[in-house]
């Protein structure tokens, strides 16, 4: 991410939640915010690109925006599922980005939401969002700078309870981490976590796909730092108190909502999502 200006991957995540809006095949999805949350020529593409395809002329790039759309479509299905079976009293959304589940959930209306985010980022979505109405009880919105500031700091200076049962959302934001900035998330994660919390992560597992991906991300100024197989998540989950429930990669979490949906993300094995759970009994990490 570039100075000044927010996320690039946060808002090509957004256009495609925006772009599958009305045009999946999986009933389950739902996002009305996320049109909203675009910043204006995002939004000119998005309407540009679903304009495209109902005429037919997109050909292979309609095809290759419908992969990123039934992406989107799967990540946001499988998270949402653990924010309704948890019904916890607080979501913290690391790197929330121009994530609308704030405003869109109506589960969340027990819930307090911290959305975590880069100033620069947080800042632009902010002025967006003021339009849309709350569907989470309170919304809190924290500034991190992860080169300067302290997570923990900026948390508890939220008023983030950590003796309350928590469910963080750690989507689309590992990946562009280094292992020790990675660690350094997680002990926060696991000291602020009462029984009864949960971990939602998207990771990318190591695959050939990854060197196209992490070139084209490195063009974008947010190069790729880490991967893990589905055996060292859940080993590193562990060591800091959680352990993982369910772990799938997009394909398989597709194959559960909808044949389409499942085709268009075949390629995309490296995408995973585990859902971990605070260990009963657990002491927390020091």
Known sequence: MKAGRESRTAVMVCAARAAAQGRTTVAEFDD??????????????VGRLRAAGRDGKAGIREAAAATRREMAVVRTVAIDRAVRETAAPQLVILGAGLDGRAWR???LAGTTVFEVDHPDSQAAKRARAAALTPTAREIRFVAVDFTRDSLEEKLAGADHDPELPT???WEGV?????????????AVVGRRSAAGSRLAVLYHAP????TLAGWFLRFLGEPLRSAFDAAQMKALLAAHGFAVTRDGSLPEIAAGLSAETAHAVRALRHLRIAIADRT??????A
Not at 32 to 45: G, I, N, Q, S, V
Not at 174 to 185: D, F, K, N, P
């Open 280 to 285: 009963d009994g657990a002491e927390r990490p």
């Open 167 to 169: 469910i963080w959302i």
């Open 105 to 107: 959930m109506k589960e």
């Open 32 to 45: 009305p915010t996320a049109m909203a949350l675009l910043p204006e020529d995002a939004r000119e593409k």
């Open 174 to 186: 590992v990946m562009y981490l280094s292992r020790a900035a990675i660690e350094a998330t997680l």
């Open 207 to 210: 695959a050939p796909l990854l």
